[in-house]
């Protein structure tokens, strides 16, 4: 079974940091394309960051330029997000994505066949 689950989000101030993690229980996890998405109510689910399979491509949103940064750990299964200086714009239900097509990722929600369940990322003033 493939399963994908995220860790590591909760409340923080503006400014603050966080680390999520995204588990990801998937044979051959070095070739899957991976991505973190979110979404907030009334909205749809948007791009936040992306990589290919070895991560040496990566794709970090406009909004996310400069304090996110999306890594991988083959070894291990994981997909992480670093988080700095927060926004209160940054709160969201946060995914992790993945796919079998892992060459080149994608910011396209429809090309990631396995989702995780999200998590909250809270980020107050």
């Known amino acids: 079974q493939v399963e994908l689950v995220e860790s590591g989000g909760g409340w923080v101030q503006t400014g603050g940091s966080l680390r999520l993690s995204c588990a990801a229980s998937i044979r051959a996890f070095s070739t899957y394309a991976v991505a973190w998405f979110r979404q907030v109510p009334g909205k749809e689910r948007r791009i936040v960051a992306a990589?290919?399979?070895?991560?040496?491509?990566?794709y970090i949103a406009d909004d996310g330029k400069g304090r996110f940064t999306i890594s991988r750990d083959n070894a291990k299964g994981t997909l992480f997000l670093q988080m700095n200086r927060l926004q209160p714009d940054d709160s969201a239900i946060y995914y992790c994505?993945?796919?079998?097509?892992?060459?080149?990722?994608?910011?396209?929600?429809?090309?990631?066949?396995?989702w995780g369940q999200g998590i909250q990322v809270t980020v107050s003033s």
């Open positions: 994505a993945a796919d079998e097509r892992g060459q080149y990722y994608s910011i396209l929600p429809s090309n990631y066949k396995y």
């Open positions: 990589t290919n399979w070895h991560g040496e491509l990566t």
